[in-house]
C-alpha cells in the first residue's frame, strides 16, 4: 500500500510564510510527478504546482513568484515553499503523486488527507 502525507500547514499571518512537506512511503517502485492542489470550502480544487521526477516544476498563474515546489527522490518527498502569503491562499493542500507500486506494473495517482493552511489578515 502506498500512502502520502502532508505536513506543515498551520495558521499565519498574512505576508508570512510556509513551508508544506509530502512523504510518499510504502511498496513503491519509482514516483514520476509530484504535485500540489488546494481547495478551499465551496469552491473547485485546482493545481497548484507540479514537478517532474527531472525537477521542472509549473505553477498556476495566482502563485507564481510566490510559491516553489522542489522535491527530493531519496526521500520521496515533494516540498511546497509558500510566500508572501494571502488570505485567498486559505484551503486544504493536497499532496498528488504518479506512483507505480510494487505490486503493480502500471502507474496511479494517490492523494494525501491534505493539510490546512488558515492565512489571516
Known amino acids: 500500500q502506498v500512502q502520502l502525507v502532508e505536513s506543515g500547514g498551520g495558521l499565519v499571518q498574512a505576508g508570512g510564510s510556509l513551508r508544506l512537506s509530502c512523504a510518499a512511503s510504502g511498496s513503491i517502485f519509482s514516483i514520476n510527478a509530484m504535485g500540489w492542489y488546494r481547495q478551499a470550502p465551496g469552491k473547485e480544487r485546482e493545481l497548484v504546482a507540479q514537478i517532474t521526477r527531472g525537477g521542472s516544476a509549473n505553477y498556476a498563474d495566482s502563485v507564481k513568484g510566490r510559491f516553489t515546489i522542489s522535491r527530493d527522490n531519496v526521500k520521496n518527498t515533494v516540498y511546497l515553499q509558500i510566500n508572501s502569503l494571502k488570505p485567498e491562499d486559505t484551503a486544504v493542500y493536497f499532496c498528488?503523486?504518479?506512483?507505480?507500486?510494487?505490486?503493480?506494473?502500471?502507474?496511479?495517482?494517490?492523494w494525501g488527507q491534505g493539510t490546512q493552511v488558515t492565512v489571516s489578515s
Open positions: 498528488t503523486a504518479t506512483v507505480r507500486p510494487m505490486v503493480l506494473i502500471r502507474f496511479l495517482d494517490y
